[in-house]
């Protein structure tokens, strides 16, 4: 039997995935395009 925790079993692989944090994504999405974080 294989055991794998929740979190990693649901966790969003990539921006699109995630729900409902268009404000996190956009910004992220900045982050990377600027190749800068803050």
Request: aromatic share 10%; no cysteine; proline share 5%.
């Amino acid at each position: 039997m294989t055991f794998e925790l929740w979190i990693e079993k649901y966790r969003p692989r990539t921006l699109d995935e995630v729900v409902d944090q268009e404000d996190v994504i956009r910004a992220l999405k900045g982050f990377v395009k600027k190749k800068s974080m803050p």
